[in-house]
């Protein structure tokens, strides 16, 4: 293959996969709703999971996003240095997300501020947003998909709190966000928590975290129970699915953390909705690709 050519197979496998997690939610996230909805008594809740799971059905079926907003397209690589597309990675993304906003569609989200002109395409300054990792020594590329759409990224929240606040200080800082906006987010929410030293790491981590597989724990074990309890103590809100009350608020709570200046806590809060559309393509160096997220998900030329 000419290097044309491989430019347009890998922008194309990832138009098409963009597409695809927009129309079927990732395989941990089914699971986690319907383990939900098994463990639910409320039957006004149980109803409201239903209709999720037949949402999710006719989505399927008719190959239409599970959701009118299909949020702004986030990326998160850890590409090998060794990847023969590493070049031109930035550029077959951005033509992958014009792509499949045609295709599919995806509904043209992206405005850019102070013009307040939408792109009409998902592209514009910043738009996809791009989180790169490189590995050294590895002719490989790991890229993870994420539709952020509106309702839920409306109450991320990010802060620098006194260091005396301590995690109680981290735990109000999130409930308070919860109590406030999370029935406004369509729940059952993913949180995740970001735990730095300062507004930006904080809230980059927050992010990070929500590219985590649902249920995966912190392996810090102090953080890891603080992700059980935030959980509990989420869920005991009551807000349950879509805001109607219930047992459950939420997927999961995600941490993610990295060291603070002595004098600070910064944290921040991103949060997911229940169609947390996340996708994850790992390519060889042949553009031959798994997807742990999306194992249904093929690609004929
Ligand atoms: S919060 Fe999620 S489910 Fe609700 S409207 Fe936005 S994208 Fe759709």
């Given at each position: 293959m000419t290097l044309n050519e491989q430019v347009e197979k890998m922008t194309d496998i990832m138009a098409s996969f963009i597409g695809y997690t927009a129309i079927h939610l990732p395989d941990d996230v089914v699971?986690?709703?319907r383990e939900l909805r098994d463990a639910e008594d409320?039957?006004?809740?149980?109803?409201?999971y239903d209709m999720m799971f037949e949402n999710m059905r006719l989505a399927s079926e008719l190959g239409r996003p599970s959701c009118q907003d299909t949020g702004l397209v986030q990326f998160r690589i850890d590409c090998g240095s060794r990847f023969p597309l590493l070049e031109q990675l930035q550029a077959i993304l951005v033509t992958a997300v014009r792509q499949a906003t045609e295709k599919t569609p995806l509904r043209p989200n992206a405005v850019e501020t102070f013009d307040?002109?939408?792109?009409?395409?998902?592209?514009?300054?910043?738009?996809?947003?791009?989180?790169?990792?490189?590995?050294?020594?590895?002719?490989?590329?790991?890229?993870?998909?994420?539709?952020?759409?509106?309702?839920?990224?409306?109450?991320?929240?990010?802060a620098v709190l006194m260091p005396g606040e301590g995690y109680e200080g981290v735990v109000r800082f999130v409930l308070d966000r919860i109590a406030e906006y999370g029935q406004n987010a369509c729940p059952p929410l993913l949180v995740g928590v970001?735990?730095?030293?300062?507004?930006?790491?904080?809230?980059?981590?927050?992010?990070?975290?929500?590219?985590?597989?649902?249920?995966?724990?912190?392996?810090?074990?102090?953080?890891?129970k603080m992700e059980q309890l935030l959980e509990d103590g989420i869920n005991a809100i009551g807000v349950g699915p879509q805001g109607m009350g219930g047992k459950f608020s939420v997927l999961g709570v995600h941490?993610?953390?990295?060291?603070?200046?002595?004098?600070?806590?910064?944290?921040g809060v991103s949060f997911s909705c229940w169609t947390h559309r996340r996708g994850?393509?790992?390519?060889?160096?042949?553009?031959?690709?798994?997807?742990?997220?999306?194992p249904g998900f093929t690609y004929e030329q």
């Amino acid at each position: 293959m000419t290097l044309n050519e491989q430019v347009e197979k890998m922008t194309d496998i990832m138009a098409s996969f963009i597409g695809y997690t927009a129309i079927h939610l990732p395989d941990d996230v089914v699971s986690k709703l319907r383990e939900l909805r098994d463990a639910e008594d409320d039957p006004a809740a149980k109803s409201i999971y239903d209709m999720m799971f037949e949402n999710m059905r006719l989505a399927s079926e008719l190959g239409r996003p599970s959701c009118q907003d299909t949020g702004l397209v986030q990326f998160r690589i850890d590409c090998g240095s060794r990847f023969p597309l590493l070049e031109q990675l930035q550029a077959i993304l951005v033509t992958a997300v014009r792509q499949a906003t045609e295709k599919t569609p995806l509904r043209p989200n992206a405005v850019e501020t102070f013009d307040e002109i939408n792109t009409g395409d998902n592209i514009g300054t910043g738009a996809p947003s791009i989180s790169w990792n490189i590995i050294p020594a590895w002719n490989g590329c790991a890229i993870s998909t994420y539709l952020a759409g509106g309702g839920c990224s409306l109450p991320g929240h990010a802060a620098v709190l006194m260091p005396g606040e301590g995690y109680e200080g981290v735990v109000r800082f999130v409930l308070d966000r919860i109590a406030e906006y999370g029935q406004n987010a369509c729940p059952p929410l993913l949180v995740g928590v970001g735990i730095a030293n300062s507004v930006d790491t904080a809230a980059q981590l927050s992010k990070k975290a929500l590219f985590r597989s649902v249920g995966s724990r912190n392996p810090n074990e102090k953080a890891a129970k603080m992700e059980q309890l935030l959980e509990d103590g989420i869920n005991a809100i009551g807000v349950g699915p879509q805001g109607m009350g219930g047992k459950f608020s939420v997927l999961g709570v995600h941490i993610e953390n990295a060291v603070r200046h002595t004098a600070t806590l910064g944290v921040g809060v991103s949060f997911s909705c229940w169609t947390h559309r996340r996708g994850d393509i790992v390519f060889d160096k042949d553009l031959s690709f798994t997807t742990s997220t999306h194992p249904g998900f093929t690609y004929e030329q």
